[in-house]
C-alpha cells in the first residue's frame, strides 16, 4: 500500500492471444500457484486463435465440477492475423472429419485455391486428421484436434495438431498409408513434437505451382 505502481506496454503479435482473469481461477488451497498457471497454459492451447469457445475451454478446464470459494472471471482477446486463415477444431471421432472436408473445401473456393490443388489438400488435411483422431487418440471423441491454414504469398501453410498418446498402426494390415498420401500431395511435410503436441505441417503452392 502507498507504493507507486509500475506499468508497462506491450503489442500483441497477430495469432497471439491474451488471457485475463482474476485469481479465483489458478489458486488453490491444496495446490501451489504454479500447478494453476500450468493448467491454465496447457488449456488455452487446445483452441486455435479467434476460437470464440477459449474462454469456456479455461474454465470447463480448471473449476469445471469444483466448488468454488471466490469469483472466477476470465476474459480472452486475440489479434487476428491479417494473411486469410482457416481455423477448426473438433473432438477425436471419425464422424467430424465430413464437417472438417466441408469447412475446409469452402474457404479454399473462398480464397481463390485451384480447384486441382483444392481437392489436393482437402484429402491431405482429411489423412492427417484421421490419423490424430486414430493414432493421436483411438478414437475417443474427446481428445481436441485443432486444424489451421493459412494463405501466405501464394502459398497454402497448414498445421494438424493433437496432444494424443500415439501408437503406430499395426503392420500386418494394409492401413497406414495416409502419410504417404500426404507427402505425394504437398511440396513440404514435416511433423514434430511441440510443448507436449504432435503438429504435422504442410506447405504447398495455392494454384499448383511454388
Not at 498457471?37 to 465440477?65: K, T
Not at 477448426?88 to 490443388?117: C, I, K, M, Y
Not at 510443448?195 to 503452392?205: D, S, W, Y
Amino acid at each position: 500500500l502507498g507504493r507507486e505502481r509500475a506499468g508497462a506496454e506491450d503489442r500483441l503479435a497477430e495469432g497471439e492471444t491474451l488471457v485475463l482473469y482474476t485469481d479465483g481461477l489458478v489458486e488453490r488451497r491444496t495446490a501451489g500457484i504454479d500447478a494453476g498457471l500450468e493448467r491454465l497454459a496447457e488449456a488455452a492451447r487446445r483452441r486455435p486463435p479467434g476460437d470464440p469457445r477459449l474462454a469456456d475451454e479455461i474454465c470447463d478446464a480448471l473449476v469445471g465440477g469444483e466448488a468454488q470459494e471466490d469469483d472466477v472471471c476470465v476474459l480472452t482477446l486475440c489479434r487476428m492475423p491479417s494473411v486469410p486463415m482457416f481455423s477448426h477444431a473438433f473432438p477425436a471421432s471419425p464422424t467430424e472429419l465430413a464437417g472438417l472436408r466441408e469447412q475446409l473445401r469452402g474457404w479454399l473456393e473462398d480464397n481463390d485455391v485451384s480447384e486441382d490443388v483444392e481437392r489436393g489438400v482437402v484429402l491431405a488435411v482429411s489423412e492427417a486428421a484421421a490419423n490424430s483422431v486414430e493414432h493421436g487418440y483411438g478414437c475417443d471423441g474427446t481428445g481436441l484436434v485443432t486444424v489451421v491454414a493459412h494463405r501466405l504469398d501464394g502459398n497454402l501453410e497448414i498445421s494438424v495438431r493433437d496432444e494424443g498418446v500415439w501408437q503406430e498402426a499395426s503392420s500386418d494390415t494394409d492401413r497406414g498409408r495416409g502419410l504417404d498420401i500426404i507427402r505425394a500431395i504437398v511440396e513440404e511435410f514435416s511433423i514434430r513434437q511441440e510443448e507436449g503436441a504432435t503438429v504435422l505441417r504442410m506447405r504447398t503452392a495455392a494454384n499448383g505451382s511454388a
